[in-house]
């Protein structure tokens, strides 16, 4: 698929709502903390935020560095319980979990134990092998809940053995689990891009189940255990996709993909294609280069994803600081030209390349990005040489709010 270099502006769904003849409609959702006290945290992110239904949750970590492995789960799960309880929630409100191991080998011990806390109708979920999360955990967890059960419904049944659902509809969201490049009948198929084809393929029986297509895709992530494969990644992801009408995406290289898999997508899909519109912004664009084929941005009704950009410049001796600045004032750009600013930042990923850079990073990341704060998860994808996108790369979830 060429790239036409077309410039789609976005549809502001202020515009939207306000033409649909219902009062309600022209209502951003209220914007919350989920703070002891409700009040606005002043750190460098907060532990949740509630945006109208739905609930995001920072990456929580076990923070009891000698407990063993099965401790170390509950433990996690439990900080989420934690900051969800703030919102008059649970871990049965949970839609969707990222989840990053930084030991493969203790993945079947880890579905034991998460088992345990979603007894039915689990999440939809993606489990990634990292080099290194903050501080002394061993594993991640970061979720998003939604707050209505007469507006959730799974999708599909539970892999045989898996504690997580194919996909939860919530609302107008359709938050999809990681997928692998496994056959329908077992096994894999021979060559990389068929592989990401199948992964592709896997995704969309999900979004058929749905009954929607790839139209209606928002955000995707892509994860690839070998970052020398993103050429070939980004050529076969084009092809499920209308040129200049890709959805948001990060491209992150991990360590480990579940199942024997080298490639794992997992996708943020809408109902609703009336609230659906492309930002792109020249500026932000320059921080796609080397990742899969995106928008740097897509409205979801007033729910603005953000693409994974990096902060490269034109020097690759350039250090952490330039690039930190570099990758804030590309995420500032798309947000201005969507109508909002970074207080409107309501959940970030940042992916370094070497977690010795996380203090640092975290100094300047306070210049722009504790204006709102968003919650956050902070992590080392990838121990190789290779990196996808210099030092940092991050993406962001932001919303208008009232």
């Not at 002891?36 to 750190?43: E, L, N, V």
């Not at 689990?122 to 594993?139: F, K």
């Not at 891009?193 to 896997?202: C, D, G, K, L």
């Not at 139209?215 to 200049?244: C, I, K, Q, R, T």
Request: proline letters at 7%; a negative charge.
């Amino acid at each position: 698929m060429e790239r036409s270099g077309i410039i789609v502006l976005p549809v502001i769904a202020i515009a939207i709502a306000l033409g649909s003849g219902d009062p309600a409609a022209a209502q951003p959702p209220e914007k919350r903390f989920l703070t002891r006290d409700g009040a606005r945290p002043t750190g460098l992110f907060a532990p949740g935020i509630m945006v109208g239904k739905t609930v995001y949750v920072a990456g929580k970590g076990d923070y009891r560095p000698n407990e063993d492995f099965p401790e170390k789960v509950a433990n996690c799960l439990n900080e989420v319980r934690g900051t969800l309880q703030q919102a008059g929630l649970d871990l049965g409100d949970v839609v969707k979990s990222f989840v990053y191991l930084e030991d493969p080998e203790m993945y079947d011990e880890f579905n034991t134990e998460y088992a345990k806390f979603f007894p039915e109708d689990p999440p939809a979920r993606t489990t990634l092998g990292v080099a290194q999360v903050p501080g002394e955990s061993r594993l991640e967890i970061t979720c998003i809940a939604y707050s209505d059960p007469s507006e959730r419904r799974r999708i599909g049944d539970p892999p045989g053995g898996f504690p997580f659902s194919p996909g939860i509809l919530a609302g107008d969201t359709l938050y999809i689990s990681g997928k692998g490049d496994q056959l329908p009948g077992g096994g894999h198929p021979e060559g990389f891009e068929e592989q990401v084809r199948q992964a592709m393929r896997n995704v969309e029986a999900t979004l058929r189940q749905a009954g929607l297509g790839f139209e209606h895709v928002v955000m995707s992530h892509v994860f690839l255990d070998d970052p020398a494969n993103v050429a070939a990644a980004s050529a076969v992801y084009g092809e499920f996709f209308d040129d200049g009408n890709e959805p948001a995406c990060a491209t992150v290289a991990v360590d480990w993909i579940p199942g024997g898999s080298h490639v794992e997508i997992t996708c943020i899909a809408t109902t609703d294609l009336d609230g659906r519109a492309v930002v792109r912004v020249v500026e932000a664009e320059e921080g796609l280069d080397g990742a899969v084929v995106a928008s740097p941005a897509v409205w979801a009704g007033d729910t603005l994803y953000l693409s994974g950009l990096s902060g490269i410049g034109p020097d690759p001796g350039e250090d952490l600081g330039d690039q930190v600045h570099r990758m804030a004032r590309r995420h500032s750009s798309i947000l201005r030209e969507a109508g909002l600013g970074l207080e409107n930042i309501v959940s970030g990923c940042v992916y370094l390349q070497d977690m010795e850079d996380y203090q640092p990073m975290n100094a300047i990341y306070r210049e722009y990005f504790s204006r709102g704060p968003g919650v956050r998860t902070c992590l080392m994808p990838n121990s190789g040489s290779g990196e996808i996108g210099g030092r940092v790369v991050a993406s962001f979830i932001a919303a208008r709010t009232r």
